[in-house]
């Protein structure tokens, strides 16, 4: 019997449907959605898809006759997701049909500016909100967000708003009930979401990491790959926004700006200190700050994770504190992080937090933290303040809640 021989086509079209498995895995895995609502289309010579072809809306397939995209992805969030974005939609109205969602994170000012919300599954709508952003919100229908050259990119921006609305509707609720401003359909939509909660929340149970400083480059690359899956698995990071790193011989090992924080062994960058090489050009945008701290400290490890709940309160706080530089949560302080190098810029706001309390809190951004040897005190205390905060925002909610509402809110997490 000859042997089968396989084409260059066929080998293509093989390695396209591993990848978009890859991200229809990562999707679910996230909690992001389920496989059943998940439309991915990636396209070379021709278009492969995780289901049939025949399956796929004729209106998803007629974007890619409009854009020069090669990935396009559709999908319903899973809960809570879903759920918070029906409620911006419906909140943001106000009696009018909203174009836009305007979430106020540090993520989404910088990358989205804001995400489109259209009132049709047509190609036509989809086409015109995704040619001027990444993403766009399809009312009662999910999100479709695309890649100009892989299948991450799509995923990235889909992730991203997932995020973007989840710290958005609890930072609205904060204000709404903080201001005495919650009526009935709000109360019962807060106590709707707080019911779905749990499976987007980070599993708080400590992971134990490699134990003692990097002696040498493969220990210190082993430590940045180890303590990135960790952040990943306990759910302290949405889509690619974070970085590690560790200091070593003079050298910074951090992780590549763009990079999957869960698969990292090939996306370590070794920059010198002194800046004699420009091996940084691809490492992560916060390389400055990162050698800013290991200039003035004695750390030799740096995690950053975007954890929800510590963005929300790091959003009220700065909003309802009298003086932001002298506010911390959980004995951590609270810190500006504009884009930049100004004054209020993370390079230069969040080196003398981490030298005088070994951690940080970004307003809008997230969690810096540090330690002078592994990063099992750094994931220790990211997600004790994550905790944290989940915890104080819930008993915020429930301590403003006007008392002919708290029949509402049975089910507050605890």
């Not at 919100?137 to 997932?162: K, P």
Request: hydrophobic share 40%; proline share 4%; with cysteine.
């Amino acid at each position: 019997m000859p042997a089968t021989t396989t084409t260059g086509y066929e080998a293509g079209k093989d390695k396209m449907i591993s990848h978009i498995e890859k991200y229809t895995a990562k999707l679910v895995n996230q909690g992001l959605s389920m496989p059943n609502e998940v439309t991915m289309m990636l396209l070379d010579a021709d278009i492969s898809a995780n289901r049939p072809l025949d399956d796929c809306s004729p209106e998803l397939l007629g974007v890619f006759d409009r854009m020069n995209i090669n990935s396009l992805l559709f999908a319903r969030p899973a809960e809570p997701y879903w759920t918070i974005i029906n409620f911006l939609l419906e909140h943001n109205d106000k009696g009018a049909r909203s174009n836009k969602i305007v979430p106020q994170d540090c993520e989404t000012r910088t990358f989205f500016h804001d995400i489109p919300v259209i009132e049709h599954f047509s190609s036509d709508e989809i086409y015109e909100a995704l040619s001027a952003r990444k993403s766009v919100i399809i009312r009662n229908r999910g999100i479709a967000s695309w890649g100009h050259v892989s299948l991450e990119q799509a995923f990235v921006s889909f992730s991203s708003t997932c995020f973007s609305t989840y710290v958005k509707f609890f930072d609205d609720m904060l204000q709404i009930f903080s201001q005495d401003n919650a009526d009935e359909q709000t109360a019962k939509q807060l106590n709707l979401a707080l019911g779905l909660l749990k499976p987007s929340i980070p599993d708080f149970t400590t992971s134990t990491l490699h134990k003692g400083s990097a002696k040498t480059e493969i220990e210190a690359l082993m430590m940045i790959t180890e303590a990135g899956k960790a952040v990943v698995r306990h759910r302290l990071v949405d889509s690619f926004f974070g970085n590690i790193s560790v200091f070593l011989n003079e050298k910074i090992y951090i992780s590549q700006t763009g990079s999957s924080l869960e698969e990292l062994e090939t996306c370590i960058d070794e920059v010198p200190i002194d800046g004699s090489s420009s091996a940084g050009i691809t490492a992560s945008s916060e390389l400055s700050a990162h050698k800013n701290i290991y200039l003035t400290t004695k750390n030799k490890a740096i995690l950053h994770g975007h954890p929800k709940f510590s963005v929300i309160m790091s959003m009220h706080a700065a909003r309802t504190a009298s003086n932001e530089g002298k506010c911390n949560i959980f004995g951590m302080p609270l810190v500006s992080g504009d884009i930049g190098t100004g004054s209020r810029g993370i390079v230069n706001t969040v080196p003398p937090a981490i030298k005088n309390a070994g951690c940080a809190l970004v307003c809008g951004h997230g969690v810096f933290t540090a330690s002078n040897d592994d990063f099992n005190a750094p994931l220790t205390r990211m997600l004790k303040t994550e905790e944290y905060c989940l915890k104080e925002c819930i008993n915020i909610l429930r301590a403003c809640c006007p008392s002919s509402l708290t029949k509402f809110l049975p089910n507050l997490y605890n």
